[in-house]
């Protein structure tokens, strides 16, 4: 007999397991089903985010970032530590352990709050009387019945026309984060953030990293000067990125891999590299998941249609996430699952995706919420710039890492926080002040006249502010 519950949630990473987790907060009957598995054939819930994608990636970065401090800042401060090595099994093992503490933390969560779990693939079987059917394929297969249905089954590493990943030398996202040994060469196909910051985890390691991006101009996404400012200092670290290139034939072997392309000139160049990364972009996954047994509507990409409210065509069917419209961002996805949960209980659940922050987790961080200066430009609005350089800032100093600045962008009139905009340290969380203002729909005066502790690298935001209106006091 088939298992009732109010929800069902397909797929735990960051959108379904918070989706799921509210819900029951709100005293519904919940079930959660994944199909991601550890090495020991046992749940890992968290989805991409948590399993190769978010922690992982910071995991390494962390790991790199200590390396390149021992091997090229200690001697700053005064301290000699002889010859420094890399164990890189060490790295990827502490890594793992870390994407083990989230997955073990999700499964806790939901006995905590009296979510049901079934690790399989779960799929639409057909519609029922108050309800969809839903079959799980693990290993103790399932039949469940729930009267609503949110979808949250993540996204896919986009493969390069004909260059399938391999995982040994053409590499995903899942690949770069399970290279067993400091490559000599390493080759990155897209300039975005996954491609930056495996990139950079390598470079730190020792690789010599170059990254070849399609479009003639580098993080075309983010604020211009910002970008200008991140590229002059990737340049500086020896990250080679070129731009405007086209991918030609790539062939693979056991000595490494070969790269075709056209340069920004027109000249046909070979890049020979041990490992390459291909970072493209993302797909909306899926897979297995038989939209067409209950007639669910699919976009030209794959992705599943909704309306803002996440509703899918389907009565009682919801979407949230990667495999819906919107930015690829786990917290993203984590907002509108809340927000699905709420409106399933008669609630106004809320996404604003003017204010979501977007972070580049490099050295340095790049962080932004808002619109860019080219973007005000585009749309014929009327705006004040101010920018503060950490270069200026006393904690920045103290810290040894003064790249980078704090730019922001408010409106001309009203003087209300358009955009505000951070390459330096710790920009990812330097940028949660600026999303809080934006959302309290706070002007660049009330920044500027909010106290900062000193020192601090938020001293830079304050600053940023009082330069709209020309006014820093210590640059």
């Keep these: 007999m088939s298992k009732q519950f109010d929800v069902i949630v397909i797929g735990a990473g960051p959108g379904g397991y918070i989706a799921a987790i509210r819900a029951a907060q709100l005293g519904m009957q919940v079930a959660c089903i994944d199909a991601w598995t550890n090495d020991k054939g046992g749940p890992a819930l968290g989805g991409t985010c948590t399993n190769v994608g978010c922690i992982p990636s910071k995991a390494l970065l962390q790991s790199s970032e200590h390396f390149e401090h021992a091997t090229k800042h200690f001697a700053e401060h005064g301290i ?28 806790y969560l939901f006995k905590k709050n009296k979510v049901s779990f079934f690790h399989g693939r779960g799929s639409f079987v057909k519609p029922v009387e108050g309800g969809y059917e839903i079959a799980v394929k693990g290993a103790a297969d399932e039949t469940l019945v729930g009267k609503q249905v949110i979808v949250a089954t993540g996204s896919n590493a986009r493969a390069l026309p ?43 390691l020792g690789a010599d990293v170059t990254v070849l991006e399609g479009l003639p101009t580098f993080l075309g996404a983010v604020d211009e000067q910002i970008a200008k400012e991140a590229k002059k200092a990737f340049d500086k670290q020896g990250l080679k990125v070129e731009l405007g290139v086209k991918i030609g034939e790539i062939k693979s072997s056991k000595k490494g891999v070969s790269v075709a392309y056209t340069d920004a000139k027109g000249e046909a160049q070979t890049l020979a590299v041990d490992k390459l990364i291909v970072s493209i972009g993302r797909v909306p996954n899926t897979v297995g998941l038989n939209p067409e047994a ?68 490099t050295s340095p961080e790049i962080a932004w919420v808002g619109r860019t200066e080219q973007q005000l430009k585009e749309q014929g609005v009327k705006y004040k710039a101010g920018s503060f350089p950490f270069l200026a800032n006393g904690r920045a100093r103290a810290l040894g890492d003064t790249t980078g600045m704090v730019k922001f962008l408010a409106d001309a009139a009203t003087d209300e ?29 009330d920044i500027a006249r909010i106290c900062h502790a ?15 209106d020309k006014r820093t006091l210590n640059f």
């Excluded at 391999?166 to 040994?181: F, H, P, T």
């Excluded at 699952?337 to 609630?347: D, L």
């Excluded at 955009?419 to 600026?434: D, F, R």
Aim: hydrophobic share 45%.
């Design 162 to 204: 004909g260059v399938d990943f391999d995982e040994v030398n053409i590499l995903s996202n899942d690949g770069a984060l399970q290279i067993g040994a400091v490559p000599k060469t390493l080759g990155v196909i897209g300039s975005g953030v996954i491609g930056l910051e495996m990139g950079s985890v390598w470079r730190r």
């Design 454 to 468: 000193h020192p601090s690298l938020s001293e830079a935001t304050k600053e940023a502010a009082l330069a709209v």
């Design 417 to 445: 926080i358009l955009g505000v905009h951070i390459v330096g340290p710790m920009a990812s969380e330097l940028i949660a002040e600026a999303v809080v203002a934006m959302e309290f729909k706070a002007s660049a005066e």
């Design 294 to 361: 209950v007639g669910l509507q699919l976009d030209e990409r794959g992705a599943i249609v909704v309306d803002a409210d996440c509703k899918t065509n389907l009565p009682g069917v919801w979407a949230v996430g990667d495999v819906v419209r919107g930015p690829m961002l786990a917290h993203k996805a984590e907002e509108e699952g809340v927000a699905v949960a709420e409106r399933m209980a008669g609630q106004h659940g809320h996404v604003n995706f003017n204010t979501i922050p977007w972070v580049i987790y």
């Design 80 to 107: 000699s530590t002889g010859k420094v090595t890399m164990d890189v099994a060490t790295m990827i093992g502490r890594k793992d352990q870390v994407v083990k503490q989230n997955n073990d933390g999700i499964l």
